[in-house]
């Protein structure tokens, strides 16, 4: 299971999410923009549709069939990332996430970056584990009273 959501259930108060998306409309939508994206970011968007994280991170929601809840406030991914291109993003960085910094996937490896405001990686992650404790988790985790994690 993600930590995120591990966190979210120990912690409600972690993550407000926008509503699951059935595995087949994301299938759908994949397809329908020639997408390959990692397997753990599917899989959140599955469990929560996206949302605010730490009430000031958002992950974007993709525009699926499947209707948001009531949080859900122009945060999809594809007017995000046409935003972010129209300001000079590489075609080759999809958005995901927007708050304190710009996350993207990096589309030639399937690595989870970071980017600075000029949209040049400032780090990569294997996971999206790896990038939520690493970033998110370690800039806001103890202010919401999440427990260290064991390494």
Do not use: C
Not at 66 to 94: C, M, W
């Amino acid at each position: 299971m993600l930590i995120l959501l591990q966190d979210a259930r120990r912690v409600p108060g972690v993550l407000h999410r926008f509503g699951p998306i059935p595995a087949a409309e994301l299938r759908e939508w994949l397809r329908q923009n020639a997408l390959v994206l990692p397997p753990d970011l599917i899989e959140l968007w599955e469990a929560t549709g996206g949302g605010e994280i730490f009430d000031s991170e958002t992950v974007f929601r993709p525009t699926v069939p499947s209707s948001p809840n009531t949080s859900f406030v122009q945060d999809d991914i594809e007017g995000r990332n046409a935003a972010h291109a129209a300001k000079g993003k590489p075609s080759g960085l999809y958005v995901f996430q927007q708050g304190a910094f710009l996350s993207a996937i990096r589309l030639s490896d399937q690595r989870f970056v970071t980017l600075t405001q000029d949209y040049a990686v400032e780090n990569s992650f294997g996971s999206l584990n790896d990038w939520y404790v690493h970033t998110l988790r370690t800039e806001f985790g103890h202010r919401y009273g999440l427990p260290s994690l064991r390494t």
